[in-house]
């Protein structure tokens, strides 16, 4: 068995570098293959963080009677945590709304108006953060002044919270078809490519064949010549991609500069997914490719 | 020579000392090869042989004639399993190879020896490398490999050339190393197809000498062949095929009918 894997290794060892140009075509095209999933992956993944950002933007925000006690207003905060599609709320006290407001003003270069009021004429509110903005409207609903009796009014995000919701859906589905088209696709053009470098073998596989050699034997060998070619391929487009990461990533920044993304697991997710792929791949086209040639 | 085997047992014992391998006496004149009531027709319709009836005997040599198309290809691909038969039975030392299951293949192929007239030479690995390779390919143990390889390339008169390339040898010189490839097995059968089909007349009668010494050595040939002057000359049985049938099977024959 050991010696049959040591065989197989050998021959795969051999096999690579006896047919350089056709193993390096194949690793080519497998490091494009790859450059072009992974890159699809990392736009994948930005969008979906894009897309939780807007998610979580949307909240319920209900605002308080001003004459509201604090034993009334603490009460519904308590209440409104305990909503099994409730995330979490902050309270926002008057004087906070109004220091809000003076600010936003502020960052617009406009006179602050608010020093001309005698009482600061902003409501105490909770903003409500959801678990699925799916479920704004039943929030909301629960919170109306008729069920709360502290609440002045429920700011209506009813038709923002489903548009937002429509949206993120389709994109997410989008994406996910979108990538799963492409790995499709790479799976063709790899198994093609491998099937081209097996067949320029074919000679060898006959005599393999004709002095009797058992199909492990004939296969092997070729399984994990293509899983070298995966792994070249997943080194080249790592180096390749690592090489890039600071310019791309510089521009990522910058792109989403508003958006507070988190890349903190992209880079490892990255590493398994192009070598998985890579490995995947080759052992799947060299598999295929090799059975044309077995014993019928 | 009459069907049943003649092999002195002078003979038998070089030959097991040449092969390295002791080989049970007892079995020493079943047949190697019975072809039963065989008929192939191909997926197309055409049928390339009928009611095939052939007995070949350990330590036999016998030609396999007749024009192109005759089945003489179709014959061989039958033995070797590439091909099974429609009806009939093909059975090789003791084996109906058509109700083999898929795994045992390979090792029927072990027991045979096969000889093209292109070679099948591997064309960048050395003479040794090349005869290594068969036993390399089927899971020998690798110490066994390097004394077998030896034997063989000293049995047809390549040990000098064992490093050089098969664009480095002459055409004999290749059709050589293909026959060391096929004895390296210690195969019960060799089957030549049309081994001197790309050789000089010269040439030609090296390769047939080689072959009728392996023979001398007890193991089996089977040589499908265009060459009459070889056939005619060396009175051996004589198999003849057209157009899928055996019209001609006699000891000592020509390559053409002789009334």
């Known amino acids: 068995m050991i010696s049959f894997v040591v065989f197989s290794l050998r021959r795969a060892w051999q096999g690579f570098w006896r047919n350089a140009l056709m193993s390096l075509a194949a690793t080519a095209t497998m490091v494009l293959m790859l450059v072009l999933l992974a890159g699809f992956w990392i736009i994948q993944t930005g969008l979906l963080s894009a897309l939780d950002f807007t998610e979580s933007k949307v909240e319920v925000v209900a605002n308080l009677k001003v004459d509201a006690t604090p034993s009334q207003i603490a009460d519904l905060g308590a209440r409104i945590k305990a909503m099994p599609q409730v995330a979490g709320a902050t309270l926002i006290t008057r004087e906070e709304a109004l220091a809000r407001f003076q600010q936003s003003m502020a960052n617009q270069g406009r006179e602050d108006l608010t020093k001309y009021l005698d009482s600061n004429p902003f409501p105490a509110s ?40 429509t949206v993120t859906d389709i994109m997410r589905t989008a994406g996910t078809v979108i990538l799963l088209v492409i790995g499709v696709i790479v799976l063709f053009i790899i198994v093609n490519t491998i099937r081209l470098a097996v067949f320029a073998r074919s000679e060898e596989i006959e005599i393999m064949r004709l002095v009797g050699a058992s199909d492990a034997f004939i296969r092997w060998p070729f399984v994990f010549e293509g899983a070298m070619v995966g792994l070249f391929g997943a080194l080249i487009t790592l180096g390749a991609l690592y090489a890039l990461a600071n310019p791309i990533g510089g521009f990522m920044v910058d792109f989403f500069r508003v958006l507070p993304l988190s890349f903190g697991s992209l880079t490892r997710d990255l590493v398994l997914l192009v070598f998985g792929a890579g490995l995947g791949l080759g052992v799947i086209g060299s598999w295929l490719s090799v059975r044309t040639y077995l014993i019928k | 020579m009459t069907l049943t085997s003649t092999e002195p047992a002078a003979a038998r014992s070089f030959r097991e000392r040449l092969l390295g391998r002791g080989r049970d006496v007892a079995g020493a004149d079943r047949a190697v090869l019975v072809l039963h009531d065989v008929t192939k027709t191909y997926p197309n319709g055409k049928t390339a042989l009928r009611d095939v009836e052939l007995v070949i005997p350990e330590g036999d040599f016998v030609f396999l004639v007749g024009p192109s198309g005759a089945g003489k290809s179709t014959l061989i691909k039958l033995l070797i399993r590439d091909e099974i038969a429609t009806s009939g039975s093909v059975v090789l030392d003791g084996q109906d190879v058509a109700r083999l299951p898929r795994r045992q293949v390979p090792k029927v192929r072990r ?78 059968l060799i089957i030549a197809d049309e081994p001197t089909g790309n050789l000089d007349p010269l040439i030609s009668w090296e390769i047939i000498q080689l072959l009728l010494r392996i023979n001398e050595l007890g193991v089996t040939v089977l040589m499908a062949t265009h060459n009459a002057e070889v056939v005619t000359a060396l009175r051996k049985r004589v198999v003849a095929l057209e157009e899928g049938r055996i019209i001609r099977d006699e000891v000592g024959g020509s390559y053409h009918r002789v009334d």
């Open chain 2, 111 to 188: 027991k045979i020896g096969i000889v093209f007239q292109d070679f099948k030479l591997l064309p960048t690995k050395t003479v040794w490398e090349n005869v290594a390779f068969a036993l390399e390919v089927t899971g020998s143990p690798r110490r066994g490999i390097r004394p077998a390889v030896d034997r063989v390339l000293a049995l047809v008169g390549l040990t000098a050339q064992r490093s050089q390339i098969p664009s480095q040898l002459s055409g004999g010189e290749q059709q050589r190393t293909a026959i060391a490839r096929a004895l390296v097995h210690d195969p019960r």
């Open chain 1, 126 to 165: 909770y903003e409500i953060r959801l678990t699925d903005p799916g479920l704004a409207s039943t929030v909301a609903d629960a919170l109306q002044p008729t069920n709360q009796p502290a609440v002045r009014n429920v700011l209506d995000t009813k038709e923002t919270a489903k548009n937002v919701k």
